[in-house]
């Protein structure tokens, strides 16, 4: 059973123009996890081979060195090609990651299941599992 309740909803691009000076315009951050304010995951998906953009980039950045030792984001990838329906974000893969000020490159793509239950043992974390 899917979580969306609405998937034409979930479609609907937001506009920002009007909300905008020069470069600097709303972005967003496609997927969130918080556990018991103790671990923070923020990722962003993106088609294989799509990069982030740097405004994102800086932004998921700024957010995880705010928050603290255990925060991460995520860059998380897919080769879905059918635009009628929707990323299963369980069948996407970590590229890369960003923890403790720097960004690392993976040398082979992991599940995201799989990484996230990863750092919920390392930051020992119950609840950081799937």
């Known amino acids: 059973m899917s979580l969306i309740r609405n998937s034409r909803q979930v479609r ?3 506009d920002f123009t009007g909300v905008e000076n020069s470069k600097i315009h709303p972005t967003d951050i496609d997927f969130v996890l918080e556990f018991d304010n103790d671990i923070l995951i923020i990722g962003e998906v993106k088609k294989e081979g799509v990069k982030i953009p740097l405004g994102q980039r800086l932004v998921l950045q700024r957010i995880v060195d705010r928050w603290g030792d ?4 995520l860059k998380v990838i ?6 009628n329906t929707d990323i299963p974000l369980k069948d996407c893969f970590v590229d890369s990651y960003y923890v403790h000020h720097k960004w690392y490159k993976l040398q082979r793509k992991h599940s995201l ?3 996230v239950n990863v750092i919920g043992k390392k930051w020992d974390n119950n609840k950081c599992k799937f």
Do not use: L
Request: charged content about 30%; glycine content about 0%; cysteine-free.
């Open 113 to 115: 299941v799989d990484f």
């Open 70 to 73: 255990k925060a991460i984001a």
């Open 12 to 14: 609907q691009s937001i």
């Open 78 to 83: 897919h080769k879905h090609n059918d635009d």
